[in-house]
């Protein structure tokens, strides 16, 4: 368990479920460490999300493997809940693919717990849309944070979103409170791999690991024409932690939820059902607090 140097009033305390596609680059990561070095933070699972098969037929499996590496660095394996999501996108609009974490998300919601709850998804949002099918009483009982989508009015190509179109439709046509942070926003969390060796690499394992791996993830693809760019990365899932530690009230806008296309086009289609949609996220406010914690809990080990 961390034991954080810091206290906060209980009353500020959070539920939060992470749901994450880990392997999928090298940003995820970095938000769930962030995530679990966060006093705020009352952990009561991390899933593991697929992100398709283009790459790999395993990516749940990998994802999951990621996460337990990541526990096993910061030497909290054990008193961690590690729950497997949904190995492939749903079907339909109508079928659950049922998992341990659709069930966790069910349980979490429905838990006579009178602290917020709070899921984030730095992936699909299928496990999510899986456990409303299965129990919509969960309406009403937890906020979504998603990264995912893309800009708005009209829509454009999104990875996390092209895992599970049909998922997206599913909680944008449901109550359930969902904030988004849509492509035009979280590439925006820039960082250079030169700010993030001397920020990140020297605190801890862990530290070193997140350098490591996406200096790793970097080179291997030395061969693609527009990403990476070489020298700087986007932390595109940190912002999923940052505004539950602070809301960002004049970054946001209320939208009635589009619905999607299977080009990832925007529709809009109705008035009533309104979410709210992020334009900006204070990037120095994300990534100082996240190096912050890393020093605090880890020092240096040059």
């Known amino acids: 368990m961390i034991k954080h140097a810091f206290q906060i009033p209980d009353s500020k305390k959070i539920r939060l479920i992470i749901n994450t596609d880990a392997k999928n680059e090298a940003d995820d990561q970095f938000a769930i460490v962030h995530a679990l070095l966060t006093p705020r933070f009352d952990i009561r699972g991390i899933i593991a999300a697929h992100f398709g098969e283009r790459r790999t037929k395993h990516s749940m499996q990998e994802s999951y493997d990621e996460i337990e590496l990541l526990l096993n660095l910061m030497e909290i394996r054990d008193s961690v809940t590690v729950c497997k999501g949904a190995p492939t996108a749903i079907p339909d609009e109508k079928t659950a693919v049922g998992s341990e974490g659709a069930d966790l998300i069910i349980k979490e919601a429905l838990a006579d717990d009178p602290r917020p709850l709070y899921v984030i998804f730095l992936g699909p949002i299928t496990d999510l849309a899986a456990a409303y099918l299965l129990k919509p009483e969960i309406a009403g009982k937890l906020t979504a944070v998603w990264i995912g989508g893309g800009a708005w009015p009209n829509g454009e190509e999104e ?27 979280y590439t925006t969390m820039r960082v250079g791999i030169a700010e993030l060796h001397t920020r990140v690499r020297p605190y801890g394992k862990v530290g070193k690991y997140l350098y490591d791996q996406l200096v790793d993830f ?33 970054g946001y806008e209320w939208k009635p939820a589009p619905r999607i296309t299977k080009d990832m086009r925007y529709v809009h289609h109705q008035k009533e059902r309104l979410v709210r949609w992020y334009h900006f996220i204070d990037p120095r406010f994300t990534l100082e607090d996240m190096y912050a914690k890393l020093q605090i809990h880890y020092g240096s080990s040059n």
């Not at 990875?159 to 109550?175: K, R, T, W, Y």
């Not at 020298?231 to 602070?246: I, R, T």
């Open 159 to 185: 990875f996390n979103l092209s895992n599970d179109i049909d998922a997206a439709n599913v909680v944008l046509e449901s109550q359930i409170p969902i904030w988004i942070i849509p492509r035009s926003v």
């Open 218 to 250: 970097n080179m291997q693809l030395q061969g693609s024409s527009h990403w990476p760019k070489g020298e700087m990365w986007s932390l595109g899932d940190s912002p999923a932690v940052s505004v539950l530690l602070d809301e960002h009230e004049y």
